[in-house]
């Protein structure tokens, strides 16, 4: 059974930095790509980065240049290394994954895969 583990979340004082993981595990045959998402308090989930598998990048535009995403292929895991963070970062951040896996013997593609969310939280 395939799933998402995010960690890497806590408590930081503006300015730092923040390093997120998450890996995905079980049957998996290919990832096409893998992101990460937040939310924040009485808001909508947005988008913050995405990574295809042979490396294509998208950004939202206002976290450009101070968020970076990356993946190891060889272990299903995406990172987001977040810098010069601010209190209007603080949200939970939730992993998700474009792939394709086995399901009751079946191969299954399935782009609505999520992990179960990390909180991060930055202070003034």
């Known amino acids: 059974q395939v799933q998402l583990v995010e960690s890497g979340g806590g408590l930081v004082q503006a300015g730092g930095s923040l390093r997120l993981s998450c890996s995905a595990s079980g049957s998996i045959f290919a990832i096409n790509a893998m992101g990460w998402y937040r939310q924040a308090p009485g808001k909508q989930r947005e988008l913050v980065a995405r990574i295809t598998s042979s490396g294509s990048t998208n950004y939202a535009d206002s976290l450009k240049g101070r968020f970076i995403i990356s993946r190891d292929n060889s272990k299903n895991t995406v990172y987001l290394q977040m810098n010069s963070l601010q209190p209007e970062d603080t949200a939970v951040y939730y992993c998700?994954?474009?792939?394709?896996?086995?399901?009751?013997?079946?191969?299954?593609?399935?782009?609505?895969?999520w992990g179960q969310g990390t909180q991060v939280t930055v202070s003034s």
């Open positions: 998700n994954a474009d792939l394709i896996h086995s399901r009751y013997g079946s191969i299954v593609s399935t782009s609505d895969l």
